[in-house]
Nanobody, 115 residues
Framework: QLVESGGGLVQPGGSLRLSCVAS????????MGWYRQAPGKERELVAS???????NSGDFVKGRFTISRDNAKTTVSLEMNSLKPEDTAVYYC???????????WGQGTLVIVSA
């Protein structure tokens, strides 16, 4: 089970921190990621981090967002800075097993960037 938190309304240029707490499995062997889906658009990768700490991120991140994980707290976080209106979307936490089948999604948290 993945539970996200931290979404909300923020002004352009502002910051938000999203968190996702995982339960029910071995967190440390999962690649954890954040995806987003804006209205009328496909879901896209924001950033992901493997169990070994390797990070992959979408081109639009451009140093504005930082993903991190805490295996002891089974938490993955996304620090978002310099937010733009086009960052408005539902942000989803994802866990993808590195040992075989197993891919899970959270329920999503809404981020709205607007003045």
């Amino acid at each position: 089970q993945l539970v996200e938190s931290g979404g909300g309304l923020v002004q352009p240029g502002g910051s938000l921190r999203l968190s996702c707490v995982a339960s029910g499995s071995i967190f440390s062997v999962y690649t954890m990621g954040w995806y987003r889906q804006a209205p009328g658009k496909e879901r896209e990768l924001v950033a992901s981090i493997t169990s070994g700490g390797r990070i992959n991120s979408g081109d639009f991140v451009k140093g504005r967002f930082t993903i991190s994980r805490d295996n002891a707290k089974t938490t993955v976080s996304l620090e978002m800075n310099s937010l733009k209106p086009e960052d408005t979307a539902v942000y989803y936490c994802n866990a993808d097993s590195e040992l075989g089948p197993g891919n899970y999604w959270g329920q999503g948290t809404l981020v709205i960037v607007s003045a």
